[in-house]
Every structure is written in C-alpha cells, then in structure tokens.
C-alpha cells in the first residue's frame, strides 16, 4: 500500500482519482492529506454493493447495470439497504465454505461484501442479543434460487451455530428434512429443474445459548394436479422417477414397478422423463439416508413407498366401457397391486372406482360411472393419495425435529428463526389454478414486503418531517384486493360458482368474475379487451396484471380443483385401508362429517393470512432472488426485458436508509469525539459542519439525517477508515500501556506481599531465637549460681551443659599419643569419669601404638625396657644410652675369624661386640670380642676363643653407677675350667649388659655398686675395683694394687 503524505487544513475531505486505479480518498483529521490506493476501502470497482449508493438511484437502467455489472464480475449478492438482492449464478461459484461462514460470523453487516451469510449472521445475532423471532423472507420468480438460499441459510446455522446439549441431532434432521420433502415436493418445470411445488415456512428453534433444539415446518398447498398430468417438458413429483431409477430390484419387485419412467401413464405426460440435469439415482440414495435420519422406520419406509407405487399403478388402471357406457376396469393386475400395496379390499376398490356412491334422503344409493368419470375418480384418488401423503411427511418431518427437551428450562425461552422458502411467482404459456393460487400467494408476500419496507420507508420520510423526492413503487393490494376480496374477488367467485345449485361450469365462473370485476384496471378477459389485446387471448382466459408482469390464466379446471371432490365410496375404501400411512391420512369422521370442507382456493387464502401473521409478528429480513435468464444457463447476465429485470427495478432506488451518524462518525470531528453529551440533532449538526457538506448534500429529519448523494457518504466513510485506523493505533497503545501497567502493578504488589512475608518470617525467627539465648542464658547464670546445691531442676541446665560442654571439649583435646599427657579439667562431677575415660583413652593409645609397632622395634623396645629396668637411676652414663638404639650386632660376619666361628660351631651368635678386658693381675687392657651366643658367652681373641663362659656358670654381672664403661662377669667358682671372673670394658656397656643379661637369663643378677667391685681374679685370688668420680675416665693400677678407675660425674641421675 502506497502512502503519500502532505500536509492540508484540517477536516477538508479530498477526492484523489488514480490515473490507472481507483484511489480512495481521505480526510486529513489531523492536518495530513492521505491518499491511499484502493484495498484499504475496498469499494467495489464493479458497481456498487448497495443500491442505496447508486448516484441515481430511481433509474431502472442504473440499477439493472449496477446488477449486471456485479454479476459478470460473479458477484451475486448486492443490497438495497437492508434488503440483499442474489441473482442465481447457475453454476458453484465456491463462496459457501467453511471459510466465507467464519468471514460473516460477528462482522457488522456493512462491513463485509453483502452475501447471503451476512444476512443469517445479523439475523442470528439479533435473535441472540435482542432475543426477538426473526424470519428470513426469501422471494423471487420460480428458478430463481430461493430454495438454494434457504438450503445455504439452514447450513450455516448447522455449521456455525453450538451444537445443543443433547447431541447434534436436530441439526442434522434440519438437514435432512430437505432432500424428503423435494423429493415428495419438488419437480421439474419448464423454469426450474427442482421448483417447488408447494409453499414452506420453516421454523428453527434456537435455546438461549443460540443452539438449534428443535423445527417446525409448515407446508402451502401443494401441486397435487401434477401428479395426474405434468405439461410437455415438465415432470411428475422427482420421487417416482428416484424410486425407478435407484430403487433395489427386490423393492421394485415388491411393488410390482418396472425400471421405466414409460411405462407409467403419469409419468409421460410431459414427455422428458429422463433429464441431463438430474441423477435420480443419486438423488435416490441421498433421500434413503435422509429418511433414515429424519427417524423413518424401516417398516415406515416400505409403506411410504407402497403408497408411491400405488400412485404410478392407480395411473395404469384403464376402463372400458360395457353395454351400458359404465365403466369397467380392464386391468386386472394393477388392481391386485393396488389392492396389496393400499391394504385394501380388491372388489370395495374396484366398486369404487367405478360407481359414485350417493345418499338421497338418507339411502345410499350406487350410481355407475362412464368413462370419463372414472378417469376422474381414478384421478382424483391419485391426487388426494399423493397429497395427503405428503401432509403426513411434513407431520412425521415435525415430529421429529420437534424439541424433545419440552419441558427444560432452556426450552421455554427458545426464539425461533423462520425461513420462508415458497414457491416463486411463474408464468407459462398455459397457466392454471395452480398458477393463480402461486401468483397469489407471491402477489401477498410482495405486498407484505411493500407495507414492512417500501412504505414504513416513505411514511418514515414523512414523520421526519423532509421533503424528500418521492420514491413511485408499485402497491400491489390493490393487486391482492382483486384475488381475495370478500364477495368481490376472485376467489369469492369462484367459491360462489363452486357451491351454488345448477349447471356452474368454469365458463360461467368466467362470465361471473367479468359481470363483478369488470372495472378493475388489472383485470382483463377477451370480452373485455380492447381490438389488440383480444388476440392474445382466448375465450376461455382471463389475465391478470400482476406486480410481476401479466398473466393469462385459463379457467379450465378451476371450479373442479377448487372444489377438490373426491367421491365418497373412494374416500370410504381409503379409511378401510390397512396401510398404517393412509388410515391417518383417511379419518372416518372425514365421512361423518356433514358440513362441506372449504374449497381449496379458500383454504389457500386462510392458510397465507396464517403466514403473513406469523411474518408479522417477527422481526423481518429479506432475499430477493433473481433470475439472469430463462434459459437456466450460467454466465448470461440479465438481457433487457426478463421478469426479473421488472422485479428488481421495482425495488431499486425506493429505499434510502442513511445510517446514524454520529455514533458512528463521531471519532471524525473533534467536538464529538468521543462522546457528545448534547442532543443528538445538534450533534449531527456540529458533525455535518466539521465535516463541510454543502446544504445540497444532506437533509435533518425530526430524528435522521438524510444523505442525499451517495459519494458524500462514500468519502465520509473513507475518512472513516483512515481514522479507525489511527484510532485503532491510540486505542491498542492505550491498552497495551494499560495491560501491562497493570501487569506491572501486580507483580510490585506481589513482590511486596512476598518481601513482607519473608521480612517477617525472618523477624519471627530472629525474636525466637533471641528468646530462647535469654532463656538459655538466664538458665545458666542461675544454674551457675546453685552449682553447688544437689542437682535441682534450677540447676540441671547448667550441670548438664557443662558436662555437654567438657565432653566436647575432651572430644576436641583428647591427647594425640601415648607421651601426651595433657587432659583437660573435669567439672567436680565428672572427676571419677574423667579418669576412667583417660584410662581408656591412654590404653587405646597404647594399644593402638603397640599394633603399629614392627617386631625388630618390639625387640629393640623390649631391650630398652629392660635396659631401664636395670640401669636407670642407678649409673650415671644411662641417660646418654636411652637414645642410642641397640643395635642387633657390632661384629659383622666378616670381623669374626672363621676359625672361632668353626669353634663354636653350630652354635649361632647372636650378638657381637668388640671389648677391652683387664687383664686379672696387671690390668693391661687388651682388645677382645665378646660374642653371645644362645648358650654362652664367648671371649674371642682374633682367632681364638680365649674364655667361654656358659650361662648356667655365670653367676652375675656387677657394674659401677659411675659412667664408666666397665664390667665384670661372675663366673662360678667351683667350675675349675674358668679362669675367674673377667673385667671387660665395652663402648655400649648398656648395650651389652643389657643383651647379655637377657641371653644369660641374668636380668636380675646385675649389681650396680657405689664404691667399688670385688671380683675373683683366679683361684684363692680376689681382685678389687674401686671407683671414684673424678672429672674424666682414667683407669689405673693403683698402688694397693687394686684397679682405679676415676669416671666423670654426669648430674642426670
Ligand atoms: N446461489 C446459487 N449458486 C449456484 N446455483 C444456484 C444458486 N441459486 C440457485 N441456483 C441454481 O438454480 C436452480 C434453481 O434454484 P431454486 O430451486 O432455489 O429456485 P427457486 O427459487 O426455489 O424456484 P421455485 O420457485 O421454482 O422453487 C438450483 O437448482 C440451482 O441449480
Ligand atoms: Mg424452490
């Protein structure tokens, strides 16, 4: 869409014309001139699609290439305000789908192209909101598409409207009531292959959700005359040639029919049983369905259909005449079908198509019938058959769309919907009571159209008090006054004829009619014709000058189907019927009743005054259908001179409704937007003046505005758009600022709502929490306080704390090893426990410690044990020995003679040390080993092993606790082999005591002396060895011969 923006005064409204497309044009509401191209507005470029638009609008020529124009362009639909015009396409033109019913659903009417489903949306949703009856009137000459508007009509109620609560049934049956009563009701004719030949009005019943819950239908006067005789290129009702066609073999045998139109006499009469237009087979198929759907029995099938065939027998029974000119039937074999398939009696059947029964002063007398009136009986049986049949139809149809939930709430305020579907106005070259009683009823819904549009419309003009243009029509009453004026019309005549005593023949009904309407200007016969119009009509015509156009009825016929007989013996033979369709159809106290049934043009009239009270009391909508051409053909539009044409002009340009103007255009002028608070006259005014139109252009009516041109409102309605859409802008950002202000607004709220909560969840806890550490703390002082008192609950926090409170801690600070000897105070209550836990604790480290340790270290610590056992705090050099490890061997292998290793043999040794030993006498040191082996111990002197001293003769070993290293090993003294006892001198004196001591099992027999050792130096020989401290180790033979060994004092003992 292309833009181009220029700045102009306010409010000017310009009209732009494109070069090569229609642009639209705009008012510049603020300050900005807008040309949009066309697509925005959407006008029609073919015409326009309302007449009410049309410049001049009281031309029959404008209007008739408005419609042709719109027509080649396939749109069908036009209005006259609110009237919709449809001109019949002849072919699918897809505009009935699923898509096109969404397009009109809940769209303004003016809004959206006119169609046929702009109209049922208004209707419905007027029935909705303002819960009014509505009816749809659909009018229009016969072919004209008004059973096809109806069909789409119920269509999309099915379609659109909620299903009811109870199932989609009804819908469906609505449907499917169609195809049942076309096929009774509907036949081809010279102007339509599917006319109706009889009147419909059909009542939806809508619940207050708008869900059909029910229907009505009421029938008009069906066209029983052609079931006995159809005009050349006519057909009989479509359901015989539909039963022929696509009836099962075994149902035709049963109803003894052959698979041939011909063969029957009623269905010949008009020559083309077989049309190219029409599938009676299909057809066939499509009314089986529906008759199952419509609720129809199987067994309700079967004797409907009985009756169908009973109808194409009874027009194959021939008479011939006997010696008396009686008439007797000839043939035998549709008498026994018809005595079958009618239940009746085969000799009360034949008796009565044969003989009239009279009763003469109260006898019954039998009269035999010639020829001719046989022919006539036969007839009229067929037709009063075939017609009260289909009454049946129409009441078994309404049984079953009748509402089944009658007695809910729901159903009580049900609106109702009708559509008024009758049979269209017609015209042929011979035209009969059929025709009369069809111009008739159009004649009447045409003048009730008049008086509910045309003529409110003009009085309308004239309340406003506005000198309007008057707008000719044609009032037809004068037209319906003719036909159905008391004593002086038509109809009273021929009942007058009808009913009088003597010879009444339908000449004399002519004669009579001329005598009494003579005068009327639209009433014409050949006697009352001028010179020319004489030709055009024959003796026996008369013509009729309807709002249509003329026609010429002839009156053969008249007074007998008006007077409808049909005798009594045949009616007495139809009640005795056992065929259930028919004894309803036939009710004996038809017979008893003594008073004659009104005639059949009489009963027509009473039963349309019904209808157009129904009308009346609803609230109206029209479809005016129209027919292009006679021909039944697509694509031809409208030649010049057709009915049609004369139809439509008769409406084009008589009705002009402005829409209200400041409702709707208020948003175009700043003092009434967005809303006027004055009255709605001035309004208008400030309105009409803001937006400059001339004085010529408009009218002010007492309570309307009357729009004289059309392209005033066209270029109000485009400065319209152009502002809707500016409005729509405000409008969507207005709301969007609002929605999500809103949504804002709630998210601050609830975010607070949520801090609040939690702040005070948090407090909540936080008071708690400081309520129970005062409590806590207040518990505690006073228990400290009573900490002395037997336990009490006073005190019973405290005391338990601080137990709680050690056995944490003693957790925390247990000692981590064995040398650890920390441990933390216990409270006075937990003193025994204390140290019965530190117990436990010291041996599970000490258990723990021993587990860990290797066996080479187990030795070495058990060595050392009994190294301290021995010598600690008893000589001086023992402390510096405590670090010192023992080691297994000072001597390795290799410093040991093999010779000494020979010597001791298997013997192993287990620990080896260098050593010094004194000699007894002199005391002269010499180097030695001493080796231990398991058994003894061994003095080595490099090769040669000086001395063994085996354990069992060791008595014991003394040493100084001095820090000397001297030792001296006690032999026994009996055992002559031993030289003495030795005095050695080692480096690890602990070491080597300590390992002797163990090996010689001498733990305890080591003596540690003050002063000095005694030993014996040999045989009766003593030896002494004093030791003093001094401040370094000398060792020195003193004069008294002993051996003095001075050794420094170290002060760790
Ligand atoms: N809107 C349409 N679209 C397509 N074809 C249509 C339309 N309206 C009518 N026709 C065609 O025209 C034929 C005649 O229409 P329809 O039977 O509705 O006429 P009618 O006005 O009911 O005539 P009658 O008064 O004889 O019953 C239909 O069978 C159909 O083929
Ligand atoms: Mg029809």
Redesign the pocket.
Known sequence: MALQVELIPTGEIIRVVHPHRPCKLALGSDGVRVTMESGLTARDRVGVQDFVLLENFTSEAAFIENLRRRFRENL?YTYIGPVLV?V??????Q??SRQHMERYRGVSFYEVPPH?FAVADTVYRALRTERRDQAVM?S?????????????LLQFYAETCPAPKRGGAVRDRLLQSNPVLEAFG?AK?L???????FGKYMDVQFDFKGAPVGGHILSYLLEKSRVVHQNHGERNFHIFYQLLEGGEEETLRRLGLERNPQSYLYLVKGQCAKVS?INDKSDWKVVRKALAVIDFTEDEVEDLLSIVASVLHLGNIHFAADEESNAQVTTENQLKYLTRLLSVEGSTLREALTHRKIIAKGEELLSPLNLEQAAYARDALAKAVYSRTFSWLVGKINRSLASKDVDSPSWRSTTVLGLL??????VFQHNSFEQFCINYCNEKLQQLFIELTLKSEQEEYEAEGIAWEPVPYFNNKVICDLVEEKFKGIISILDEECLRPGEATDLTFLEKLEDTVKHHPHFLTHKLADQRTRKSLGRGEFRLLHYAGEVTYSVTGFLDKNNDLLFRNLKETMCSSKNPIMSQCFDRSELSDKKRPETVATQFKMSLLQLVEILQSKEPAYVR?IKPNDA?QPGRPLPPGTSAQRQGAAWGGAVCIPPPLVPRYKSLCPETWPSWAGRPQDGVAVLVRHLGYKPEEYKMGRTKIFIRFPKTLFATEDALELRRQSLATKIQAAWRGFHWRQKFLRAKRSAICIQSWWRGTLGRRKAAKRKWAAQTIRRLVRGFILRHTPRCPENAFFLDHVRTSFLLRLRRQLPRNVLDTSWPTPPPALREASELLRELCVKNMVWKYCRSISPEWKQQLQQKAVASEIFKGKKDNYPQSVPRLFISTRLGADEISPRVLQALGSEPIQYAVPVVKYDRKGYKPRARQLLLTPNAVVIVEDAKVKQRIDYANLTGISVSSLSDNLFVLHVHREDNRQKGDVVLQSDHVIETLTKTALSADRVNNININQGSITFAGGPGRDGTIDFTPGSELVITKAKNGHLAVVAPRFNSR
């Open positions: 069908i449809s019949n396409p002849y072919r699918d033109l505009i009935y046929l659909i229009g000459e016969s072919g004209a598409g008004k059973t096809e508007a109806t069909k789409r509907n004719t102007r339509n292959d599917n006319s109706s030949r237009s579907d009758i049979y269209g106005f017609e259908c039944k």
